[in-house]
């Protein structure tokens, strides 16, 4: 089982649809969860963090958080083709202590058709 | 904003030759990571650095060597580079969990 695992995809949602892109992983232990925005030949862009149970919303972007089903959702509200995007799932990694070693999940290929 | 700037964005050099890259970060942070990043391998960590002179493994260290004798300055070292080790490397920084990440550097190993 890898440690975070995400659906490659691609979703295809039209304009304006709600995307909802989701991640999972394996170490209960895990207490910092992000997600990131990579465009193609472009380097990860960080959009959210969460720490605590429940969502947390950032504009048009919300990230929930399921500690005890252990999976990291991000939801993407009035989706636009600039959207369009491979989103990357990060956990802190087991036993990181201050190191600040992530493990990110493959990501998934968002296409927002117009 | 957060800083990370890589010493170059595209590279071309030949197998078997010292290959240099250089990542520096203005934000005083702890933490330093080099990544390489393939088509349908995803991010894969080389190395990373918790401190100045502080370094260790990642996944995939085989071939590469870093330094980091500043705190802003983390060096990633292909001591004989071989044609496997074409990739988009990329560089990122932190303080606590949040990864900053460089534009990369596509190297091409001919």
């Known amino acids: 089982q890898k440690e975070v695992e995400q659906n490659s995809g691609p979703l295809s949602v039209p304009e304006g649809a709600i995307a909802s892109l989701n991640c999972t992983y394996s170490?209960?232990?895990?207490?910092?969860f992000f997600w990131y925005r990579q465009y193609s030949g472009k380097s990860p862009e960080l959009i959210m963090s969460i720490y605590s149970n429940g969502d947390k919303e950032d504009g048009r972007f919300t990230a929930q958080l399921n500690k005890a089903s252990q999976y990291v959702s991000l939801l993407i509200r009035d989706s636009q083709p600039s959207d369009s995007a491979t989103y990357l799932c990060?956990?802190?990694?087991?036993?990181?202590?201050?190191?600040?070693?992530?493990?990110f999940g493959q990501g998934t290929t968002l296409q927002v058709k117009p | 904003d957060v800083k990370v700037t890589q010493s170059s964005r595209y590279l071309v050099k030949r197998t078997g030759e010292k290959v240099f890259l250089e990542c520096v970060q203005d934000m005083d942070h702890e933490n330093m990571f080099w990544y390489r990043q393939d088509p349908g391998l995803g991010l894969r960590l080389i190395y990373f650095s918790y401190d100045v002179k502080m370094k260790e493994k990642g996944d995939i260290p085989e071939g590469y060597s870093v330094s980091r004798e500043k705190k802003e300055r983390f060096s990633l070292i292909l001591e004989s580079a071989s044609t496997n080790q074409t990739s988009m490397y990329l560089c990122a920084s932190s303080g606590t969990f949040e990864q900053y990440f460089g534009p990369g550097t596509r190297l091409t190993v001919t």
């Open positions: 990060a956990v802190n990694a087991r036993g990181s202590g201050n190191t600040g070693k992530l493990i």
């Open positions: 170490d209960r232990g895990s207490q910092s």
